[in-house]
């Protein structure tokens, strides 16, 4: 699984691996402002429009300390991260920060941080969560305004419908190659880890977006295609994990165990290239049918919609990837998936599709335990498969 | 709320600190008596809602802000998810919703609130199921868990917490989508601009027109479901019994400025059913009156509600119901006056004078939107030392609630602000709403000693 170790490549991990690095070297580059924005739906386009630099702020790996007194430890690690961040000073590259999603502990940390830096704007455009009522569209054009207002005056720059259908126009491209990668993996044309995905895709919420997309195509363009994987292994879909990635060494232990990583609904992962903005028409209502058309093409349950089921599109994705089963991969504490879990694991139960849920925490990974529950549960799906069906 | 209380109800309290005391473990909290009643008139709603269905009624579950004003209009029986755990919670059987619940496959750390009302919800569509194919009787329905009444529909209308609206999304898929769903959305005053405050700015100003809008929808759907033209009428009516209700309870709140206080926060949160969600009519007027009637008559009397009252607390968080009765002995027997809460002071139609019988549903919508969970951290910071000063309070108990992140979001901070503020010294101790699991007695006497000796620490410089 090398296919990606290239140059380019490299400047994505290191990029991925220290974000805030990246985001204090091109303000020092540019001169311009940094803002920060936080997961799951920001848009981060309107942003961009006014040269900024959008950065979704990232999961530290490093422990957490001064947050403890901050957050208490029953919260997921992403906030708790964030809110450690704050404290400690690592998030004074941020000249503003932006937010749009409604999530308890999302909101939580924010406090923190207007707390520890009190002097760094921190707007909150609330995007409506719920998505199918008839007054959302209406709410949503005019928390993008709100957020078009806030923006313009962050950076005191005018946000035109031309500077932001050039950003629109942008993180669609790089969205559409980020996709290439995945569709490839799908098809079993490319043999790529789920950590350099995660790469890929990490890298891609820090970055120039145009600077991004460079990097993407010169490593396009350096593939050797195709490479098909060996049959023995089994085929899994990685469903879950808002917010933050997954440690890239949990998902080395779970490809370590006989697995083929073959899709996702991951925030850090296909959840979060899965939809474009529309390039037709006034540029500030496309990013508000973005925010709700997201909702379609990959159900969150962080949202509420009457017509849209994700564990229908869980059991859709397994059919299209052609996988065997799935590992739910669960940020401790995130009460959007561990209310939505349930309704997941029924409809794989009903329809015998092995399901594996895997608590993450902030502190560490329980490796080896984790190792036996993996190599557990790729051993059943194997049994499984040979199973000869008897006659009745 | 205003406090005028004149000198006389205040008087000398022994200061002396708490460790040249000996403990007594006798009880030493004296409860309202009339809020006894309150428990009798809340036992008669349940009941009667669990007959709803013979009765022939629509029944409308819902989660989150007090809805309950329309639904008794439009003649409509209603079931709070919340009021049902915090019941199940109360009396100690909260085990088979929870069991249920985690059957179907709830996490522990999972709002337990959420996860009790989500078990009943299991075993309700269990009973149905049952019903349906003609196996009746693996229910048990004399669990309590297992009597509520199928859903005709839900509402959800929940403000500042995201698992509040995910909750209900929830229910409705346990119930196979085969009832609808109404979501009202009621943003988070969130409180960033210069002008914004509690009740004023321009955020103040223009969210509840929002969400009044949004009522009206609501009011559209009901009529849809019920097939009955809405009564308006019905509804200034039912507000006119709020508003005065409301008012009476915060009279009656102000009385217990005085010192020592004639009630407690344990007694507003015996009332806390009453005002959240029992019918509005006469009897919820008259319940509030006996109450202020009662502190009132104490405070003539010189009767307090905790013997030897020597410390003055403010209560921040969601109330563990598992723990009520345990946590009033618990605290008088420190001496400590649990004074005044976020929960019970800061919510439950709070600023009467917003509701306009002309135009309920303004009033309505505002009242939904100053949920104590609602507010942005410099609203909050506002509302706690507002009621630090009004109650003349000496330490403040966080109640750090495990599965409810809302109630627990500010509280670090909180602690931070009244201390830098006032000089108010506070302590944090574990615990949950609805899962005793959680709870940690240790940690409540450990930080509650430690705060008070801080305090005499404090009193002995002065
Ligand atoms: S959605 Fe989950 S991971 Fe994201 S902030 Fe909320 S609790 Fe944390
Ligand atoms: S976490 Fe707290 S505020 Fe949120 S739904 Fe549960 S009890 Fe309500």
Redesign the pocket.
Known sequence: MHELESVAFSVLETVAADPIGYAVEWKRRTGRPVVGSFPMNFPSEIVHATGALPVIVQESRTPITEGRSLLPEFYCSYTRSVADQAAVGELDVFDAFVLADHC?QLLGAADVIRWAKPETPMHFAQFISSMDDPWSGAQVRDKVASLRVEVEEIVGVTVTPEALRVSIRAFNANRHLLRRFYDLRKTGRLRVSARQLQVLVKSSMVMEITEHTQLLESILSGLELPSEPPDSLVRLHLSGHFCAPPRPELLDLIEECGVLVVNDDLYHGTRYISTDVPEDGDPFDALATWYLDRNVSAPCGTRVQRNVDWDSYLVDSLDDSGADGVITLMAKFCEPLMLYYPELRKVLDARDIPVLLIETEHEGLAAESIRTRVETFVERIRRQKLKVPTLA | MTLDLSLSTKQSLDLSPTRTRTLEVVDKSNRLKSTSLGGKMVAEYWDNIFTAKERGKHVVWY?GTALNPIFQAAGLEWCHG?AFSARLAAMHLEGPAQQAGEEYGYIAEL?S??RTHLGCAVMTQKGITEKQSGIVGMVDQEELASKLPSPDFFVNA?A??S??QQ?DAMTYRVFGKDFPIFNVSLPMIWGNKKDSGYLRGTEWEKTPLYVEEQLKKLIEFIEYQTKKPFDWDALSENMSYIKRASELRLEAMALCAAAPTPATYWDWVASIAPINFLPANQLLVDYFQAVKDEIQQRIIDNISAVQNERYRVYFDG?MNWNKLGFLTRKFAEFDVAVVAGRYTHDSFWQEPQLIDLDRPLLGMAQHYLICP?NHGLKIMEELLLKRCDEYAIDGIAFHS?R?????TNPQHILARTAERDRGIKSFSFEGD?ADAAFYKDESLESGLVAMLESIDQQRAKV
């Open positions: 308890v | 989660n919340e709002c609130y959420a929940y500042g917490c698992t509040g909750w969601i969970i609630t599965t409810c992140r809302a109630m709403v």
